[in-house]
């Protein structure tokens, strides 16, 4: 019997030892993490190239180079690891050579990283690379002049910029910017190379559209036939882009002779064109409503042949992601946002049958070879690895452990979830994280996140700005509720946030937030704290308005007043949309969903953060917002980022980005 106890001494002491000896994460180890991005299988289906990005504290920067492995996740090892990043790996069709992205041009070398050579030398540069199925001929992308037909012209007229006298610009149409760049004359073309003889063809010159299009698009956009005689791509023609997500799929013959030739029906957003590999078919993915970019995703069969179209995933309340097609032709395997996840189907394309193969993952980066889907997951505890499983869902396979090391080291709980009653009784789902070393005896401090979007979701994932494992590593439960407008829940739930942004969704995220506090008896209901972004940020600045549940609050890059952000942000089709109409249109529910019609019953204390490059959501919207709260003498502070976007990026930026809410909320707790 005492042998017995001392064992179980022994084994508890152990488990203590174990426990102890690992630490909550912290904001230096979300950016010492190693982040696999570029995911590609060899077209024997022996090897996978990924990408991995390292971040320096110090040196305020990132650094990408690309990997090499087998397919069972053995000989991990590094091939291009230069002092500049190296990216965007591909497979020559051969196997034998690996073409990769090098300061603005493209490259290819052997797989052991040796006798690089340079593809292209263009001075626009180029990105992008398609392979033809021969390897005589590649397809990329280059921001040019529209009607230049020479790099010289290109050359020229960006010289006639340089050292204005005048410094200033003319526009002339919509869309002179979008997220944080200031777009000017220049578009991106589709490029054609000739291998053999190096030499370049503009396949869309003269044409002032962009190539692959500059927003709603795909990571593929423009694609070869199996043969080589002609390419599918993505592209606006609308006049006002502005104004417009009516992307369309065009096809175009590789002759010499011929046009584009537009193959897409639909008045709402097309994309993502892929071949059959037998050459009959073109699948790619459609929205029906025109001015909606979170419509429904369908997947579309075109016939090339006959030229006729028809909707493969009718009868789905599914969202088409990213698909490949399988190597008989008769089936497709895709990703689709499923609640909390982002899960890998199969769908017939002859009978439509549609079978759930994976559920519980949230992946990307799909690539099917033989009887193997080669694939990126993240979870909540885990960043982007690569994985594999067989074609049916089964054995599902780590094959990286990139950040082992250092994830062995953490303390970091698994994602819960819970549902709770929203507006006109619908289920509406819920994320709870735990914080490291959780004790359901104590009583713990509440952050409630709320998501962008508004058509996003919270998932299993590892993010690296809006993390939940880092908000609660400070000692909170966090709560994430995907109320109405997040997607994975069928297109109604999606619709239903659109004219309506204080409504339902308000209803839907107050109803969860008092369904934790009743149903867990660990969170402190005196010391609640939520932040967003984005529309989160929205959210954030109409409960300001609306309640005093809080004891603070964070908006980041948030929407305060509706019709001013109307006139300075760059996609107009996204408030035309959610509140039908521009303002002069449809003035009272302008009004009606505006944070900044409430200010009187401003109480609150808020943290505002906002960048100066964010052209989605501009800055004047936080420097209104700061100064309502100021005259109304709520506790306040506003944190400027002069040289970041709707996303804060530079390492140390985030450090003090994450630092700063900490110290905001305990600040604010009630002792």
């Known amino acids: 019997m005492k042998r017995f106890l001392i064992l179980a001494i022994l084994f508890s002491l152990t488990f203590v030892v174990t426990a102890q000896s690992k630490r909550a994460i912290t904001v230096d180890d979300l950016w010492a993490i190693k982040r696999v991005g570029s995911v590609v299988v060899s077209p024997n289906g022996e090897q996978v190239a990924f990408t991995v990005t390292q971040y320096s504290m110090e040196a305020n920067s990132g650094q990408t180079d690309i990997y090499l492995m087998n397919i069972d996740g053995s000989d991990v090892h590094p091939i291009l690891n230069s002092e500049k990043s190296e990216s965007s790996p591909s497979f020559s069709p051969d196997g034998k050579k690996l073409s990769y992205t090098f300061g603005g041009q493209i490259w290819q070398c052997n797989l052991d990283g040796t006798s690089k050579e340079q593809l292209t030398d263009l001075y626009s540069g180029a990105s992008g690379i398609r392979w033809a199925n021969d390897g005589s001929k590649m397809l990329f992308v280059s921001m040019v002049h529209p009607d230049c037909q020479t790099q ?98 065009f096809v175009l013959s590789l002759d010499g002779k011929s046009k584009p030739k537009m193959i897409s029906t639909s008045k ?3 994309n993502q064109p892929v071949y059959s590999p037998d050459g009959k078919y073109i699948v790619y993915t459609s ?80 690539s099917l070879v ?61 994320i709870i994280v735990k914080p490291p070393f959780f004790d359901a005896n104590k009583k713990y401090p509440m952050i409630f996140l709320i998501h962008g979007g508004p058509q996003g979701h919270w998932s299993d994932d590892f993010h690296y700005r ?33 004219q309506d942004w204080g ?44 309640n005093t549940k809080f004891n603070a609050l964070v ?60 052209f989605r959501v501009p800055e004047s919207q936080a420097f209104e917002l700061f100064t309502a709260l100021q005259k109304m003498n709520v506790d306040s502070k506003f944190v400027y980022f002069p040289k970041e976007s709707h996303f804060v990026l530079k390492p140390q930026n985030a450090k003090f980005w994450w630092n700063t809410i900490f110290d905001w909320y305990e600040n604010h707790k009630t002792r």
Request: charged share 25%; net charge negative.
């Open 287 to 366: 929205m029906a409503r025109a001015g909606f970019e979170a419509d429904k995703q369908t997947l579309m069969l075109y016939n090339r042949a006959t030229g006729a179209t028809q909707n493969i995933s009718d009868n789905l309340d599914i969202s088409f992601g990213e698909f490949i097609w399988a190597d008989d032709c008769k089936s497709v395997y895709y990703l689709a946002q499923n609640e909390i996840y982002n899960s890998i189907y199969k769908i017939d394309v002859e009978t439509k049958e549609n079978s759930l193969l994976i559920k519980e993952v949230d992946a990307s980066s799909l």
């Open 152 to 249: 010289e012209c290109n050359k020229e007229k960006d010289s006639l910029k340089e050292n204005p006298k005048v410094n200033v610009e003319v526009f002339t149409e919509l869309m002179y910017r979008h997220w944080d760049d200031w777009r000017g004359v220049k578009r991106s073309h589709l490029f054609l190379m000739d291998l053999k003889t190096k030499e370049t063809t503009d396949l869309t010159l003269n044409c002032k559209f962009d190539t692959p299009p500059i927003a709603l698009g795909s990571a593929n956009d423009y694609n070869f036939s199996p043969d080589g005689n002609e390419v599918a791509f993505t592209m606006n023609k609308d006049k006002v882009t502005a104004t417009s997500t009516n992307n369309d799929i």
């Open 466 to 498: 809006w993390n939940p494992q880092m908000f609660a590593s400070k000692g909170y439960v966090v709560v994430a509720t995907n109320p109405r407008g997040s997607t994975g829940y069928g297109q109604k739930f999606t619709d239903e946030i659109s």
């Open 503 to 546: 409504g339902k969704v308000y209803v839907d995220l107050m109803n969860a937030y008092d369904y934790a506090i009743a149903n867990y008896k660990f969170i402190d209901s005196k010391n609640t704290f939520a932040a967003g972004a984005s529309y989160g940020g929205y959210m954030i600045n109409w409960i300001e308005g609306h």
């Open 268 to 270: 709402g957003n097309d």
């Open 555 to 614: 908006c980041h890059d948030g929407v305060y007043n509706i019709e001013s952000m109307y006139g300075t942000t760059e996609e107009l089709w996204f408030p035309e949309w959610e509140n039908g109409g521009a303002p002069w249109e449809n003035k009272e529910l302008y009004k009606k969903w505006s944070p900044s019609e409430f200010v009187a019953n401003f109480k609150t204390p808020m943290l505002v953060v906002h960048g100066g490059m964010d």
């Open 370 to 430: 033989g009887n193997k889907l080669v694939f990126k997951v993240q979870k909540s505890t885990l960043p982007y690895e690569v994985f594999t499983a067989n074609t049916d869902g089964s054995d599902l396979k780590q094959i990286t452990f990139m950040n082992a090391d250092l994830l062995a080291n953490l303390d970091m709980s698994k994602l819960e979830t819970f549902w709770s009653e929203g507006a006109e009784d619908a289920k509406v789902q819920s």
